[in-house]
């Protein structure tokens, strides 16, 4: 099993990351969504490039710095959804005492699954998150996502669908855990 090192992602890591998270979409969505809801998928999900300016957004090597997996957290307002998602961001920051840290666009590479990334990435977002002074976090998840989350301690707050995409929605889950 290789050897996976973690640090925080650059806006120069930004085309690398991209082609993880369209592998991801792609390949690990099949199996809980349509085609179509695959395919619109990538209009709802992606990354959003504040989380690399906050520095709050890291990823998961493997010996060779081939990315295995990312994710971020955030200590703003928005949810989830990308730069160029169809979701409107909220940058406004988070009240830690108040509000639940925002644990955001969660990635695993194809090639990687069911080693430990998810779980890697998502533990260091929590511990970030946490140290930051955020006793709770929330999050969008994938349906693929789910399994992962709840064996995490993530519980359901509400299933939502997204806007539609050429009258495609795709449904999503609104997930909470204390810190």
């Known amino acids: 099993?290789?050897?996976?090192?973690h640090r925080l992602a650059r806006l120069d890591d930004l085309e690398a990351l991209q082609a993880v998270?369209?592998?991801?979409i792609a390949q690990l969505q099949h199996g809980f969504l349509t085609p179509e809801q695959v395919a619109a998928s990538?209009?709802?999900?992606?990354?959003?490039?504040?989380?690399?300016?906050?520095q709050t957004y890291f990823l998961v090597e493997d010996e060779a710095a081939k990315i295995a997996?990312?994710?971020?957290?955030?200590?703003?307002?928005?949810?989830?959804g990308g730069d160029a998602s169809i979701v409107t961001r909220e940058p406004q920051p988070l009240?830690?005492?108040?509000?639940?840290?925002?644990i955001r666009a969660m990635y695993t590479d194809p090639d990687f699954t069911r080693r430990g990334v998810g779980r890697r990435v998502l533990g260091l977002?929590?511990?970030a998150a946490r140290s930051a002074?955020?006793?709770r976090?929330?999050?969008m998840a994938t349906m693929a996502g789910v399994p992962l989350y709840r064996a995490c301690g993530y519980h359901p707050i509400e299933t939502i669908l997204s806007a539609p995409i050429d009258g495609v929605c795709v449904p999503l889950v609104r997930m909470e855990k204390p810190l």
């Open 1 to 5: 099993m290789p050897a996976f090192t």
């Open 137 to 139: 976090a929330e999050m």
């Open 125 to 127: 977002c929590e511990d």
């Open 95 to 102: 009240d830690p005492a108040r509000d639940a840290a925002k």
């Open 69 to 80: 997996g990312c994710g971020g957290w955030s200590f703003r307002a928005t949810l989830y």
């Open 21 to 24: 998270m369209a592998r991801a």
């Open 42 to 54: 990538h209009q709802v999900m992606g990354l959003d490039t504040q989380l690399i300016a906050d």
């Open 133 to 135: 002074g955020f006793a």
